[in-house]
């Protein structure tokens, strides 16, 4: 294991039983009204206006994602996290978990695996 955490076929740190992790992740967040980022956006539309978006890769084309799917670590990479969250009325996201643009799109993606936990599309206009 090279005595580095995470990188003996494990599930590694963040994950349940590991560290900061607070469980593994729950799309009900939808149903409380702190997170109503549908309402927030329309109140606050130049916020959801952010700059064009780049892919990480050159000729990509978009691909509408799906829960389930995993993307490759270029496109979770530090310059598409979302910092703050709360700003566009989303939930927190813990270890692993971070939330990423994806072109207009807004992704849940574990950052161990690379794994899409939850989308929202149309996010960003």
Known sequence: NY????WNNDRGPGRPGWGDNRGPWRNDWRQDRRYD??????????????????????????????????????????????????AYRLPPAYPPYRWVRYYDDV????TYTGQVVDVIYDFFW
């Open 3 to 6: 005595g580095r955490p995470g």
């Open 37 to 86: 980022w549908q309402g927030w956006r329309s109140d606050h539309r130049d916020l959801f206006r952010g700059p064009r978006y780049f892919a990480p890769m050159p000729n990509y084309r978009y691909s509408r994602l799906n829960i389930g799917i995993y993307l490759g670590a270029p496109f979770f990479a530090q310059q598409y996290w979302i910092a703050d969250p709360w």
């Open 107 to 110: 992704v849940l993606i574990d």
